[in-house]
């Protein structure tokens, strides 16, 4: 069964799923993991305390 061009245009698609809120979580959790690393950077270079 093909679906005509109007049809094509009217398919909208589902909510937030599930997959969506994961991927947005990680995002955040490697924004935030990276703001942690570069802060500890900036910190060491300040206090001349390297490893």
Do not use: H, P
Not at 39 to 50: E, H, L, M
């Amino acid at each position: 069964m093909k679906l005509s061009e109007n049809e094509l245009i009217n398919i909208q698609g589902g909510g937030i799923t599930a997959s969506f809120l994961n991927a947005a979580a990680r995002a955040v959790n490697t924004v935030l993991d990276l703001g942690r690393t570069v802060g500890s950077a900036i910190r060491r270079i300040y206090s001349k305390n390297f490893c």
